[in-house]
């Protein structure tokens, strides 16, 4: 059983240490902070981040505010997000803000075979990208590039 102590003035004015006697306490409840048992706030982080964006994606500082609110730190729900693979994207006609949207991928795509999945995967890739170059070229016109 740990022992506790008290640092107090000597006659000489230095300081010692008085011991009081046994403690019902570990040493880890002593130094550690009050929290969640191991976990939960993982476990928390992704059930508040499911919920958040099943609607959609929504913008990061709104999640990051929420979930301050919920009790989730801004380290957290971002390690969860890494582990649920959510999606960041920068959006620029809502206020140039990053929104955060899950993963297009469907359930049932987890169960498929590396080959089929990453066939999906690159079919994704390349959708995206036609997307991208399409807003390119409605932007800038459809003009030839000349290399030096």
């Known amino acids: 059983m740990p022992v ?21 306490a570990s040493a880890d409840d002593l130094v550690l902070p009050l929290g969640r048992p191991h976990g939960q706030a993982v476990d928390q982080a992704r059930s508040f ?17 929420r979930g301050q609110e919920a009790g989730l730190s801004r380290r957290t729900l971002e390690r969860v997000k890494a582990d649920m693979e959510i999606q960041s994207e920068y959006n620029r006609d809502q206020g140039r ?4 949207r899950l993963s297009k991928a469907a359930p049932a795509e987890e169960a498929l075979d590396w080959p089929e999945r990453h066939k999906r995967e690159m079919e994704q890739a390349q ?16 003009k030839a590039v000349s290399s030096p």
């Open 127 to 142: 959708k995206e990208s036609d997307e991208f170059m399409a807003r390119i070229r409605e932007k800038y016109g459809n």
């Open 97 to 100: 803000q990053w929104l955060w």
């Open 49 to 65: 981040l499911e919920d958040m964006l099943r609607a959609g994606p929504q913008p990061a500082e709104e999640i990051f505010r």
């Open 4 to 24: 506790c102590c008290c640092i107090e003035p000597s006659e000489s004015g230095e300081s010692r240490i008085t011991w009081t006697g046994e403690v019902d």
